[in-house]
């Protein structure tokens, strides 16, 4: 079993910047995959990021491309997500996630592990 705990989250204004936080217990980190998911209110979980267990490949969803930063230091068994330019949609429950194989990182359904989530609020 891997447990996995999101912070960070938090309010912050229109064009401002966050970084959220996901730490790893119980299997070895460097092992997996991992991703950052969102969900808002009213709609269905979508893919935010995703990064190699290596984290020598990134991917992201392009609504986020080019604001959004994803990171991971393995030693700390940390995964982390850099939030710039935030908007009034970035507005979710954040929840990172570790990959248990399969052919597609964007695919929720290809992850394992869910953490609790971080609330993020963006307001104008």
């Known amino acids: 079993q891997v447990q996995l705990v999101e912070s960070g989250g938090g309010l912050v204004q229109a064009g401002g910047s966050l970084r959220l936080s996901c730490t790893a217990s119980?299997?070895?980190?460097?092992?997996?995959?991992m991703g950052w998911f969102r969900q808002a209110p009213g709609n269905e979980r979508e893919f935010v990021a995703a990064?190699?267990?290596?984290?020598?490949?990134?991917y992201y969803a392009d609504s986020v491309k080019g604001r959004f930063t994803i990171s991971r230091d393995n030693a700390l068994n940390t995964m982390y997500l850099q939030m710039n330019s935030l908007k009034i949609e970035d507005t979710a429950v954040y929840y990172c996630?570790?990959?248990?194989?399969?052919?597609?990182?964007?695919?929720?359904?290809?992850?394992?592990?869910w953490g609790q989530g971080t609330q993020v609020t963006v307001s104008s």
């Open positions: 119980g299997r070895t980190f460097s092992s997996y995959a």
């Open positions: 990064i190699t267990g290596s984290g020598g490949s990134t």
């Open positions: 996630a570790a990959y248990r194989g399969g052919y597609n990182l964007k695919a929720l359904d290809e992850y394992a592990y």
